[in-house]
C-alpha cells in the first residue's frame, strides 16, 4: 500500500506510472488521477465506430462522474465546516486539505480505493469464445438483477493487467505467453 503523501502526489501531480506489456515494464509519464477522472467524465463510453445509426448515451462516463461526487461528498462530510476550503477552491486542494484533517489510516485507505476505482475505469476486457483449457466451459450462464439469465462467453481477457480468466472454474493466467501457450493446447 502506498503512503498518504505517495497517494496524494498521484492524485495531484503528473508522476511514473508502470504498465507491464509482453512481460517488459514500462515507465510512463502520467497525469494527475483527478486529471485522469475529469478526462474520463466526458469521455462518451457508449459510443465509437462502425455500427451505424443512433446509440442512446449519457453525455458523459457515469462511472468516473459517480467516483468524483463520491470525493467530494466524502470531503463535505468528513470536515466540519471550520476545516473546508471554500466552495470554489479548486478539488486537488480540498483533497489536500481534507486528507490532512481526517486520520491518515483512513485516509489512505480511502484514496487507495479511489485510485483503483479511477485507474479501472480504463481496463478493457475482451471475452475470448474457446473453451477454457481447464475445465472446457465456453459459456457460462449468470442470474440478472431482474431475475433473469444472462449468457456470456466464460473466458476474459484483461487487457491492461495480462490476464485471462475462466468465469466457471475462476482459472487465471497470467502473461500474454501464459495465455496463448493455454489457448494453443486446446486448438
Known amino acids: ?102 486520520d491518515t489510516d483512513y485516509a489512505t485507505t480511502k484514496l487507495t480505493g479511489w485510485r483503483d476505482a479511477i485507474k479501472a475505469l480504463d481496463e478493457t476486457i475482451v471475452p475470448l469464445r474457446v473453451p477454457c483449457p481447464n475445465c472446457g466451459a465456453e459459456w457460462v450462464v449468470t442470474e440478472t438483477s431482474e431475475g433473469g439469465q ?3 462467453e466464460a473466458i476474459h481477457f484483461h487487457l491492461r493487467a495480462e490476464t485471462a480468466i475462466c468465469a466457471a472454474c475462476k482459472t487465471t493466467w497470467h502473461g500474454i505467453d501464459t495465455i496463448r501457450t493455454a489457448l494453443i493446447a486446446i486448438t
Open 1 to 102: 500500500m502506498l503512503s498518504l503523501d505517495s497517494l496524494l502526489h498521484e492524485f495531484t501531480n503528473d508522476h511514473l506510472s508502470t504498465h507491464t506489456w509482453h512481460g517488459t515494464t514500462l515507465y510512463i509519464r502520467a497525469l494527475p488521477l483527478l486529471q485522469q477522472l475529469e478526462h474520463a467524465i466526458t469521455e462518451r463510453p457508449n459510443s465509437g465506430p462502425g455500427g451505424g445509426g443512433f446509440k442512446s448515451t449519457s453525455p458523459c462516463n457515469d462511472h468516473a462522474l459517480l467516483i468524483k461526487a463520491a470525493i467530494e461528498h466524502q470531503i463535505r462530510y468528513d470536515l466540519p465546516a471550520t476545516h473546508q476550503l471554500p466552495k470554489g477552491a479548486p478539488l486537488p486542494s480540498r483533497l489536500i486539505n481534507w486528507a490532512h484533517h481526517v
Open 150 to 152: 444472462r449468457v456470456a
